[in-house]
């Protein structure tokens, strides 16, 4: 397997970093959810207070810490993207193919932007939408990212030096 990597690494960077948003956006809800409901059970206990300081923790870490994972996981597979696009040998008559893959990904950006949204509107998850708001104004830009990221990847792809090749 010779593999050096194509456009297809843009729309798989979309979809990860999207279904990564909503799993904590689910992750958010729960952690809270369960937290405050323990709190409450373990209220009477003799080590009460212990016992919410650690469910306390847990509502901490899903409130505000999740949304730092997922920009350490956008980063991470935005360099990841442009490392395969600057491995992937592209000569300029592939650019339709390319640009019809760039449609494709801005297609699935705007389902998974509103797949989020709307995920984020329900009553249920609504609480933890607002508190994991820089994802969530990433994800309603997604079609955007999925349009810079892609045009990017593009102009790596055949911008480099070589002729097409990469430079070992």
């Known amino acids: 397997m010779n593999k050096k990597g194509s456009l297809i ?20 809800y729960i952690g809270k959810t369960v937290g405050d409901e323990m709190i409450v059970k373990f209220n009477d206990s003799a080590h009460s207070e212990s016992v919410n300081k650690s469910f306390q923790a847990t509502i901490d870490v899903s409130t505000t810490t999740l ?8 980063g991470c597979l935005l360099i990841g993207v442009f490392i395969s696009a600057w491995f ?53 830009k997604l079609p955007y990212i999925a349009l810079v990221v892609g045009l990017f990847a593009i102009i790596i792809m055949l911008a480099k030096p070589g002729g097409g090749t990469p430079i070992m």
């Open 9 to 28: 690494y843009a729309l798989f960077f979309l979809i990860s970093i999207s279904a990564f948003a909503i799993f904590l956006l689910i992750m958010g």
């Open 67 to 74: 949304g730092t994972l997922w920009y350490i996981m956008f």
């Open 88 to 140: 992937t040998k592209a000569y300029p008559i592939m650019l339709p193919v390319f640009v019809i893959l760039l449609i494709c990904s801005i297609i699935v950006g705007v389902a998974m932007s509103n797949a989020y949204e709307a995920l984020g509107d329900a009553t249920q998850l609504s609480t933890a939408a607002a508190q994991q708001g820089a994802v969530g104004f990433m994800m309603t």
